[in-house]
């Protein structure tokens, strides 16, 4: 049907608080105009402090649920957040094989904003022989990108950023956005990376305080412009623009870190028109 959304199948974990994981990315890209398809990868025991527990759901759940779906509806990206097993990464990989002409957007998220830890060294691994060779847009921070690259010990801190981009590409990455959060700079800075290097860089107001599904709201967001029709530069501008938005207008409801506001358009229009 012609009055139909735009689709897209993410495949995250649970996150109670809302402010990150599945809830994050459901309400991104609806914000965006499309309907999202939602496969439950973990549950987690989390609020906007920090997470503390995650269960995985099993494999063969994690791949009936997507593909129950996708034989039932077009679906225009992918977008996948964590994962929660080596076994659910083989799983999913072995799915989205099957549509290599959708757009797979891969948010690596290796650690809370806490720095509790959700991807070890197994599942760094499969997702780097698995889904990389499988994936459209990376959106590493510059923290994950060096895990990620395989690069370890004290002179990580001293590789130049285009040589870790350099090399995840070479692992199978389409493109890679760095993203400049964790950098110790005045301005964000994030940059997207292609076969031929440097593509576009982006720089943004760094904001006060710290936010809880900050990367989960800018992958999903780089999946729904992508799944709006945008070209690669166009859709990683707009979502950074987007995204930066959401951060702007953030709220904190807990004790922990600030979520971004992902429907700060309709509260603004709300105060128009009051």
């Given at each position: 049907m012609s009055d139909t959304p735009p689709i897209v199948l993410v495949f995250a974990a649970n996150d109670p608080s809302g402010g990150a994981g599945?809830?994050?990315?459901?309400?991104?890209?609806?914000?965006?105009?499309?309907?999202?398809?939602?496969v439950i990868t973990g549950l987690t025991v989390q609020d906007t402090i920090g997470v503390e527990a995650v269960l995985p759901i099993e494999a063969e759940w994690v791949a009936d649920q997507a593909r129950c779906v996708l034989e039932d509806m077009p679906v225009a990206a992918f977008k996948l957040g964590v994962l929660g097993s080596v076994e659910n990464i083989a799983a999913i990989a072995?799915?989205?094989?099957?549509?290599p002409d959708i757009p797979l957007v891969l948010d690596p998220v290796l650690a809370s904003g806490r720095g509790d830890e959700l991807a070890g060294d197994e599942i760094i691994a499969a997702m780097r022989e698995l889904l990389f060779p499988q994936t459209?847009?990376?959106?590493?921070?510059?923290?994950?990108?060096?895990?990620?690259?395989?690069?370890?010990?004290?002179?990580?801190?001293?590789?130049?950023?285009?040589?870790?981009?350099?090399?995840?590409?070479?692992?199978?990455c389409?493109?890679?956005?760095?993203?400049?959060?964790?950098?110790?700079?005045?301005?964000?800075?994030?940059?997207?990376?292609g076969q031929d290097g440097v593509v576009r860089t982006d720089s943004w107001e760094r904001l006060a305080g710290?936010?809880?599904?900050?990367?989960?709201t800018l992958a999903a967001a780089v999946a729904a412009t992508l799944a709006n029709g945008l070209s690669v530069e166009?859709?990683?501008?707009?979502?950074q623009e987007y995204t930066w938005q959401t951060l702007?207008?953030?709220?904190?409801?807990?004790?922990?870190?600030?979520?971004?506001?992902?429907?700060?358009?309709?509260?603004?229009a709300d105060e128009r028109d009051e």
């Open positions: 599945i809830q994050a990315d459901i309400l991104t890209l609806a914000s965006m105009g499309c309907h999202p398809l939602a072995e799915v989205v094989c099957d549509y459209t847009i990376l959106t590493p921070n510059v923290v994950e990108a060096r895990r990620l690259a395989q690069i370890d010990g004290e002179e990580a801190d001293e590789i130049d950023q285009r040589v870790l981009a350099q090399r995840i590409v070479q692992l199978g389409e493109y890679v956005l760095v993203t400049g959060t964790h950098a110790n700079t005045p301005k964000v800075i994030n940059t997207l990376y710290s936010y809880h599904g900050s990367g989960c166009e859709a990683v501008h707009d979502a702007k207008q953030g709220f904190r409801p807990g004790m922990g870190q600030h979520i971004p506001d992902r429907l700060f358009w309709a509260r603004e």
